[in-house]
């Protein structure tokens, strides 16, 4: 599939030592509160010049909304959700599955695009559709909360790219999802 389809697919998201993107009732302070320490944008803007398209679920599109300004102003944004009203914001498109979305990206002629957001994260994993991923994780231990990874539908391989760094014990490792020959 990855052959065939015109646009790469980039996580780029935040994590705890021990796997969580948020705790339970969604909250990100551990995860600001620490890249705020770690004193750069610890590469997103390098990251996000090359994305044209941001997709993410409902999770990561509600809290979201709370950011002023919106972030994602110069990309189309597409929602994967199977709740969220389709007019429910006119600065973002929401597909109801998978295909749907895919054949959208297709259509508008996508070329990079940021995956974002545990369950759609899995879902682009399980379908082969990441092409890399980096993880920016943040020394801290959450022992629960909304985990990045789970089933995936089997191994994925990965090769290392780089790893980096930054201030307050926050390490960055890329990597690039292997595909079988």
């Excluded at 950011?67 to 929401?94: G, I, N, Q």
């Excluded at 920016?136 to 539908?153: A, S």
């Amino acid at each position: 599939m990855t052959s065939h389809r015109p646009f790469t697919c980039k996580v780029f998201i935040g994590i705890s030592l021990d796997g969580f993107i948020a705790r339970e009732d969604g909250d990100l302070h551990w995860l600001t509160s620490r890249g705020e320490a770690a004193g750069d944008d610890l590469g997103y803007n390098a990251f996000i010049k090359d994305i044209d398209t941001v997709v993410m679920g409902r999770g990561t599109y509600e809290p979201g909304l709370t950011y002023d300004p919106w972030p994602h102003a110069d990309k189309h944004v597409a929602v994967l959700s199977s709740t969220l009203p389709e007019d429910a914001d006119p600065r973002v498109t929401v597909h109801r599955d998978l295909g749907a979305l895919l054949r959208h990206l297709t259509e508008r002629g996508a070329k990079g695009v940021y995956v974002d957001g545990g369950q759609v994260i899995r879902a682009f994993l399980r379908a082969g559709l990441i092409d890399e991923m980096t993880l920016t994780t943040v020394p801290v231990l959450l022992g629960t909360g909304l985990p990045l990874f789970g089933p995936v539908g089997g191994d994925i391989p990965l090769a290392h790219v780089s790893t980096q760094v930054f201030g307050a014990g926050v390490v960055q490792s890329t990597y690039r999802v292997q595909r079988p020959s």
